[in-house]
């Protein structure tokens, strides 16, 4: 039993709105993307390393990507990277590793964030956290919400009641995803944030959610009592995949539960989830230009340029554009196109799976 908090990280993604730097074999949460030396994966790991014990990581991963998490993270031990037989979005993810854990320490905390995140201000993130740790002992589901800055439309966004002299909010309604339209309207409003995909609960609040929304899934995890940690656990959890739906948390959990509250958080938070954000936190020239490359730049503004070769890169007459060139593959395409990034990679797929 501990009185520190489980922290499990997912890192089972492809990334594929940053191929074709991020590819399949190594995505982008072990790719070492800002140049800090450490991956966001081993990054992920540092943020936590004061608020949880070594051994109360979790890492749940796709199984073809247990040899660069143990690469990566040797500092975990076997037992603590959990791996899936196939991609079934968050829901299943976070069930497997929740219902695990809850089998070896039934009072177990549990703080999910994903492994590619950026967090700029790490002290006020701590903070925060150590307040949605209080908040669900309560019982309560908690969600980070990110207070808004301008009207995106990449994120999902939160609405809250407020209660003043709360340290937590009572979630009213989640909206994935909205139109610029509606975005502007919820920066207006005052009273929706991003979505941060973090979040804090109890391990036993989660299984009752679970069991009340999406009795499916828990019957098929509540069947692995007795099998977790043990070495029929693959072959349980192989089978248990096959019978689940491919679903995220928000969708499965908490949009249906009554017991969903948001503490709002200011951290210097990024999803990192596209070239366009990457392109946001870098350094820029006198042109608003992130130059990673060996280049010369003409009447060139508004771009991001990254070529890992030894090429010399020569670009003239570009506005919002993205170059990139890794391994096999460049590209070139407006930096603001993340919403073509499936059908780039699908067309990629079709010339051969080195491409992807």
């Not at 036993?204 to 007795?226: Q, R, Y």
Request: with cysteine.
């Amino acid at each position: 039993m501990h009185d520190k908090p489980y922290i499990l990280i997912m890192a089972g993604g492809i990334g594929s709105r940053f191929w074709p730097y991020s590819r399949r074999k190594r995505p982008k949460q072990f790719l070492d993307i800002l140049g800090t030396g450490r991956t966001l994966l081993q990054m992920t790991f540092d943020r936590f390393a004061d608020i949880a014990e070594p051994e109360q990581f979790v890492v749940i991963t796709y199984r073809k990507y247990l040899p660069l998490v143990k690469e990566q993270l040797p500092e975990l031990k076997d037992h603590q990277i959990l791996t899936e037989p196939m991609r079934k979005n968050t829901a299943s993810c976070i069930a497997y590793a929740t219902y695990r854990i809850h089998s070896l320490d039934p009072e177990a905390t549990i703080i999910v964030t994903p492994a590619d995140h950026l967090i700029l201000q790490e002290r006020k993130f701590t903070r925060t956290l150590s307040k949605a740790v209080e908040e669900a002992q309560e019982g309560k589901l908690i969600t980070l919400g990110i207070q808004p800055n301008r009207p995106e439309t990449g994120y999902g966004y939160i609405q809250y009641i407020e209660k003043p002299g709360a340290l937590a909010f009572r979630v009213k309604t989640f909206t994935e995803k909205p139109n610029s339209k509606l975005a502007k309207t919820f920066l207006e409003s005052g009273d929706f944030v991003w979505n941060s995909g973090m979040f804090v609960w109890q391990a036993k609040s989660l299984i009752h959610a679970f069991e009340k929304h999406m009795p499916d899934m828990a019957e098929v995890f509540e069947e692995g009592k007795g099998i977790y940690g043990t070495d029929k656990e693959a072959e349980f959890v192989s089978r248990a995949y096959t019978q689940l739906k491919n679903i995220s948390i928000d969708y499965g959990v908490m949009e249906k539960s009554n017991h969903v509250y948001v503490i709002l958080g200011d951290f210097g938070w990024s999803d990192l989830g596209s070239w366009n954000s990457l392109y946001d936190l870098r350094e820029k020239d006198e042109n608003n230009n992130v130059v990673d490359a060996n280049a010369i730049l003409y009447d060139t503004e508004n771009s991001y340029i990254k070529v890992d070769s030894g090429k010399l890169v020569v670009v003239q007459g570009l506005d919002n554009y993205l170059v990139n060139e890794t391994d096999n593959v460049l590209l070139i395409c407006k930096l603001d196109a993340e919403k073509k990034f499936r059908e780039f990679v699908s067309n990629a797929k079709k010339k051969g799976e080195d491409f992807i």
